[in-house]
C-alpha cells in the first residue's frame, strides 16, 4: 500500500503545465524523503481524482519522474521510489572503498578474475609497453551495503608490482597495497566516459537486465613518476551512480 500524503493544490492560473506542477509536487515528497524508497506511490487513477487532472497529465508526470530515475515501473504492481543514487566525483583519484565510506556505505568487493596475461596492442598503448609485455589483471564486482554497483577490471604492468596478484582484493584496498608493498603511489589520471548498453555477463553480475543503460569509465593513472601503471575500466549500474564534475570558467 502506497504511503499517506498530505495534498498541494495545483495553480490552474499559472503558466506551468500541470503536469510540471504535479511533478514537482511529487518529487517534493522523495526528495524529503516523506516517500521512502521502494515504496508504491499512488496509482494514476488516483492522482487524477485528487489533483482533478486527465490521465494524460498524470502519466506526464509520473513519466518525468522515471526518467529523472526518482521511480520505477513494475508492470501489474504500480510505480515505486527509486534507491537514491550515488554520486561520484570526477575531479580527484579515490578508492571504491573509501569513497563508499565517506557516503556511510558497507563497501565490499568479489573477485571474479586474477591472472597475468600478454598486453594487447591496445592495452600496450594505453599502458605505454610492448605488445605482450606481462600485465596482472585483477576483476572485481564492487559492492555498496550488499548491492551490485560496479564492475571493475584492473591492468597493471607487472614489472612495477610483481606479487601484486598474492593480494586479497575481496577485503583489501587495492591502491593501499601498491602504496604499502611497493611504494607506489598514483597521483594523477586520464579517463574517458562514455554509456554503454549491459552485456549478458554484465547484467548477471550486476543484477539488472540486459541491455540496461552502464556507465563506462576507461582510466589510464599515472604513478609519483609520472609512469602509467594502471588501466582500469569501470561499469556502473546507470541507474544508481551520478558522476559529479565541477567545472571553472
Given amino acids: 500500500m502506497y504511503p499517506k500524503y ?6 490552474r492560473k499559472s503558466k506551468v503545465p500541470l503536469y510540471h506542477q504535479l511533478y514537482e509536487i511529487l518529487r517534493g515528497y522523495i526528495i524529503r524523503g516523506e516517500w521512502q524508497p ?29 526518467n529523472d530515475g526518482l521511480i520505477y515501473r513494475q508492470r501489474g504492481r504500480g510505480s515505486f521510489v527509486s534507491q537514491p543514487a550515488i554520486e561520484t566525483s570526477l575531479t580527484r583519484i579515490i578508492s571504491f572503498t573509501e569513497d563508499m565510506q565517506q557516503r556511510g ?8 578474475f586474477s591472472g597475468v ?17 606481462e ?9 555498496a551495503d550488499g548491492e551490485p554497483l560496479s564492475i571493475e577490471k584492473a591492468s597493471l604492468v607487472h614489472r612495477y608490482c610483481p606479487g601484486v596478484l598474492d593480494g586479497d582484493y575481496e577485503t583489501n584496498s587495492l591502491r593501499e597495497i601498491l602504496r604499502d608493498q611497493f611504494g607506489i603511489r598514483l597521483v594523477r589520471a586520464q579517463q574517458s566516459i562514455r554509456a554503454l548498453s549491459a552485456n549478458n555477463e554484465q ?47
Fill in 203 to 249: 547484467a548477471k553480475l550486476l543484477l539488472i537486465k540486459p541491455n540496461a543503460p552502464l556507465l563506462s569509465i576507461d582510466r589510464i593513472s599515472y604513478t609519483q613518476d609520472d609512469v602509467p601503471l594502471e588501466y582500469l575500466q569501470i561499469f556502473y549500474r546507470a541507474d544508481r551512480y551520478i558522476l559529479h564534475a565541477e567545472l571553472q570558467g
Fill in 105 to 112: 556505505f558497507s563497501a565490499g568487493s568479489q573477485m571474479f
Fill in 117 to 133: 596475461i600478454g598486453a594487447s596492442q591496445g592495452l600496450a598503448e594505453n599502458l605505454q609497453v610492448e605488445p605482450g609485455e
Fill in 135 to 143: 600485465v596482472a589483471q585483477i576483476h572485481r564486482l564492487r559492492f
Fill in 6 to 11: 498530505r495534498v498541494e493544490e495545483l495553480n
Fill in 38 to 66: 521502494d515504496t508504491m506511490i499512488p496509482p494514476e487513477s488516483e492522482l487524477c481524482n485528487v489533483y482533478e487532472v486527465s490521465q494524460i497529465t498524470a502519466r506526464q508526470a509520473l513519466d518525468k519522474l522515471v
